[in-house]
């Protein structure tokens, strides 16, 4: 069993501050960034940022659906954990200066995986497929930070 991580990032056309802030709204941005893979979001406590407790299934794959349970921290300034309370996944997300008016946006999502041969193919195509995913809710958060100017 070894750990698998999947890493996506984007600059996007907007100061850290709103791009956090965007990400951060559990109760309204944030439902408006998740694509097709994702269902069932459901703000269960909280609702900005630290102490936000947020529900989704995240279908990664045909036969592969995630039933996560996220509660949310922020260990430091411009980043937001989730840690599901259903597995070991992990997701951070990270905002920094990019320059004048930008920001880098870093998430990495990691979690124990599989042994064996089912590892194997694991660690290879998850990552892949989960950059994927976040690749396209990061675009759609540029979208909607940088359509709010």
Known sequence: MGQVEA???????????EVFTALADYTGT?????????????VREGGKGEGTLVH???????????DILFAVTEPTAGQLVETDQNSSM?????????????????T???WNGAGGIGGFFER????????RIYDA???????EVEGAK
């Open 7 to 17: 890493t996506t990032q984007r600059e996007i056309e907007a100061g850290p501050e």
């Open 30 to 42: 944030r439902g408006k960034l998740l694509t097709e893979q994702f269902s069932e979001y459901e």
């Open 56 to 66: 989704w299934k995240l279908q990664a794959t045909e036969k592969r659906i995630r």
């Open 90 to 106: 992990v997701t951070t997300w990270t905002v920094t200066p990019a320059g004048e008016g930008r920001s880098k946006v870093v």
């Open 108 to 110: 990495t999502t990691t």
């Open 124 to 131: 290879t195509f998850a990552p892949k497929g989960l950059n």
């Open 137 to 143: 809710v990061l675009a759609r958060l540029a979208a």
